[in-house]
């Protein structure tokens, strides 16, 4: 995993237990999960409208922005539900080498 992800991690286990007003994160989490998944939806639909406008524009910096918003909000959403993000990189490790039909399927069953 790489070492940006494994800090952050570490930041966001660490946050936990910190007081509500210390951080942004720990605001969340005191917040509880609705708050945490209401951020991700809220952080998605500002990726989908940056990516549309990149494509209109063929400026990517606000894609970009908000894809780190969406990804952050997400694993803050996976540390809240006690996964680690290691957990969905060995999943995307797991798909490679198969079709995304076949993959598809196999869930499926």
């Known amino acids: 995993m790489s070492d940006t992800l494994s800090q952050l991690a ?4 660490a946050r936990k237990n ?5 951080s942004y994160v720990a605001s969340l989490y005191h917040k509880g ?5 209401e951020k991700v939806g809220e952080e998605a639909v500002e990726t989908i409208l940056a990516a549309k406008d ?3 524009s063929g400026k990517h910096d606000e894609l970009i922005y908000e894809t780190a918003d969406l990804w952050f909000h997400s694993l803050v959403m996976l ?6 993000p290691q ?15 076949d993959e598809k ?3 499926s069953k």
Do not use: M, T
């Open 79 to 84: 540390a809240a539900l006690g996964q680690h």
């Open 87 to 101: 957990a969905v990189l060995d999943e995307l490790e797991r798909r490679f080498g198969l079709s995304g039909h």
């Open 33 to 37: 999960l609705n708050k945490i998944l």
């Open 54 to 56: 990149a494509a209109v």
């Open 18 to 22: 910190a007081a509500p007003d210390s």
């Open 105 to 107: 399927a196999a869930r």
């Open 10 to 13: 570490e930041v966001l286990e």
